[in-house]
């Protein structure tokens, strides 16, 4: 031990007094259980007993002698004072802990050993120092240091006393280690706990629940708890393979600008990265602000979200989605916590491919069966010979055809202007025919793009094109032993005409994407408003499937051609749309059903109800009240039966002028013409009428 060579007279109290002392500081220190107490109240208690301008302890690593941990206070002083890295050699902390006995510095002005730490401590203006080591039966810990302004501070008593004090702290010391300790080892092992049942949880839950978005709720929130994250979420990516849509999120603390309606980019956003690269992606705040694109970073950033783990959700090879955990605290997760959770998203993984088949497979078989029952009650409901109204001798002839017709199973071609009925028709053959228990499945073909009408008419596997996402069965297949009525037959694509025909002739064809034939058992009922024979002689119409189509053409006349029927009609939908509208409609006026019967309704029935409907809809009354008005203002332009294809493309032309260039809507030329749009569009197409920027050409 180094100490004082001088003597030192003490009176005969200075024991008790010592005693005393020590008595208070043990029972101080005694109350110390963590580093964190030790670090708040142990600087304010010693002052209580001894003098000091500085007071330093030190924990050190006993392999390498690193510093652990270092508490530093020097009273008075209102700045933080800062401690320098000092190496083992340049302190005197190194040989009292190497050789575990005090050393004492009577005057730092004057020492040699350690002129670093002398030109530190001339700045405080620290005179001595007494160094000690802090020693349990058990193990070396580290050092404690004090200091004074004066030199010659500390004789060999006042060493004794402070060994004393060292003593009993390292005591306490030892003890707030090994309650830390004992405390930590306790949360691992809870937190090794809470994960191994995490883990039996998850595969209790995932092997018992197949609806994919709550399976995908409690998976967030399980690991969002067990990991100790503030927000957790399974993102999945969309269809268009654009964006990510958030199926479950837990976030319990949130502010709002994160919700399972958030749509994050797959470019550029962490989400993304682990998508495509299959492999963990961890984000602290600053990455998140720089790499991200802001309407991603942005909601992030205003929840407070400062640190993440992005983890792919991979099975068989292929990246189903991605776990997202994150934190408000900048706190990156470790290696131990990226190794859990990829054993986890292994299972959740399986667990999203499982419910995302049970998925695929629920809806296609519902989709089946609402295919199946293709709109069957609306057909019975009133498409029955009741349903076709009038006594007219042009009516009569077409409904005696149908009769004859309809027990056979013979293709029918019905031809006929737009809004004639030709639907209805199609509907009483087949309710007149040996397959009125079987399906009536119907397919406009203008109303379809050309690019899907394929897929709709034969179906199409899995994978088949893009966006192909499941398999579809088509018009043709689900009209297998019932009748299948094509409307609109004169705008299949010239493409798609051979393979129609071989399904007519050979009743087998291929999905798409197939290989497999598949063979059906089809009545086929056809319609069209154009003229087939004439779109053969000009190569628009394959002159084959023309003849397969035209086995049984029944024409069907246009309301000009039976005015006869026109207030039978009238009677008829005024009763139809008074009862859906709960109004009491009993009679005609004389003078404006002469008008109606006058009127040339160029749209035909179709154009008729839609009047009467909107007859009914104004009617205050007991009366219809007609707004006839519009029959003399010439509202409805009449597109007539014209001979003349000049004529009538420049009625049409004429028509769209009027309507600045509008095909569609209430508006719209196809509205004033009494035309379905797609027709006005196809007779368009034909006569090479363009509408472009509101010009008409």
Not at 2 to 8: F, N, S
């Amino acid at each position: 031990m180094v100490t004082d060579a001088q003597a030192v007279q003490l009176s005969p109290d200075v024991p008790v007094r010592r005693y005393e002392d020590l008595l208070r500081a043990t029972t101080a220190i005694a109350g110390y259980r963590d580093i964190q107490t030790f670090r708040e109240r142990f600087a304010e208690e010693l002052q209580r007993f001894i003098a000091f301008d500085y007071v330093l302890v030190i924990l050190l690593d006993p392999a390498t002698q690193a510093v652990q941990w270092r508490m530093f206070h020097a009273p008075g002083r209102n700045e933080e004072v800062h401690v320098p890295d000092f190496q083992p050699h340049e302190t005197p902390t190194g040989w009292v802990y190497a050789n575990q006995v005090p050393i004492v510095i009577h005057d730092w002005h004057r020492e040699t050993r350690y002129p670093r730490m002398r030109e530190y401590f001339k700045q405080y203006d620290i005179r001595s120092s007494c160094v000690l080591p802090l020693t349990t039966v058990h193990r070396r810990l580290g050092v404690f240091a004090i200091g004074v302004s004066r030199p010659a501070a500390y004789s060999a008593e006042e060493v004794e006393f402070l060994s004393s004090v060292a003593n009993h702290l390292a005591l306490a010391l030892d003890n707030a280690l090994n309650l830390e300790s004992s405390r930590q080892a306790e949360a691992e092992l809870k937190d090794k706990n809470d994960r191994l049942e995490l883990v039996l949880d998850l595969t209790n839950r995932l092997v018992s629940n197949l609806e994919l978005r709550e399976l995908l709720r409690e998976v967030s929130g399980n690991v969002r708890r067990v990991m100790k994250c503030d927000a957790a979420a399974v993102a999945l990516p969309e269809p268009d393979g654009d964006c990510f849509g958030v199926y479950a999120l837990d976030f319990p603390d949130s502010k709002g600008f994160l919700t399972e309606d958030t749509r994050i980019p797959v470019e550029g956003s962490p989400l993304g990265a682990a998508f495509r690269s299959g492999k963990v992606e961890l984000r602290s705040r600053s990455q998140i602000q720089a790499d991200c694109p802001e309407a991603c970073s942005a909601s992030a950033l205003r929840e407070g979200l400062r640190s993440g783990c992005f983890l792919p959700l991979i099975s068989k090879d292929r990246v189903l989605g991605v776990l997202a955990l994150s934190r408000f605290a900048e706190e990156p997760f470790s290696q131990d916590d990226v190794d859990f959770l990829e054993q986890i998203v292994r299972q959740v993984a399986i667990a999203i491919e499982n419910a995302l088949a049970y998925k695929e497979i629920a809806e296609l078989k519902e989709k089946l069966a609402q295919e199946k029952l293709y709109l069957e009650d609306e057909i019975r409901g009133e498409m029955d010979f009741e349903g076709i109204v009038g006594q007219s001798s042009a009516l009569r002839h077409v409904l005696q055809m149908v009769e004859t017709v309809a027990a056979s199973d013979s293709t029918v071609l019905l031809l006929g202007e737009t809004g004639t009925g030709k639907e209805l028709i199609a509907r009483a053959i087949h309710d007149r025919s040996r397959r009125k228990d079987r399906t009536l499945v119907k397919m406009n073909c203008a109303a379809i793009p050309t690019g899907l009408l394929e897929s709709e008419l034969f179906g199409h596997e899995r994978g088949a094109f893009t966006g192909a996402i499941s398999q579809k069965i088509g018009r043709l297949e689900l009209a297998d032993r019932g009748t299948l009525f094509l409307d609109e037959v004169g705008d299949i694509p010239s493409e798609i005409q051979p393979k129609l025909l071989r399904a007519l002739q050979e009743r087998e064809f291929e999905r798409l994407g197939s290989t497999h034939t598949k063979r059906v058992d089809v009545r086929l009922v056809a319609a069209t408003n154009r003229d087939l024979q004439k779109m053969v002689e000009e190569k628009q119409f394959r002159s084959d499937l023309f003849y397969r189509l035209n086995v049984f053409p029944i024409r069907i006349p246009p309301l000009r051609e039976r005015p006869e029927d026109i207030p039978l009609l009238v009677h008829y939908f005024t009763q139809k749309h008074a009862r859906r509208m709960e109004k009491q409609i009993d009679g005609v006026p004389v003078t404006a059903m002469a008008k109606l019967t006058e009127w040339h309704w160029p749209g035909n029935i179709r154009e008729l109800e839609n009047f009467v409907e909107r007859a009914v809809i104004l009617t205050r009354g007991t009366t219809l009240q007609f707004p006839i008005e519009e029959l003399k203002n010439g509202a409805a332009h009449p597109l007539l039966v014209i001979k003349s294809s000049s004529s009538e493309r420049d009625e049409i032309v004429r028509i769209l002028r009027e309507a600045n260039g509008r095909v569609g809507g209430p508006d719209g030329a196809a509205t004033r013409l009494g035309l379905k749009r797609t027709t006005l569009i196809s007779r368009m197409k034909k006569l090479g009428i363009n509408v472009s920027a509101r010009q008409v050409s």
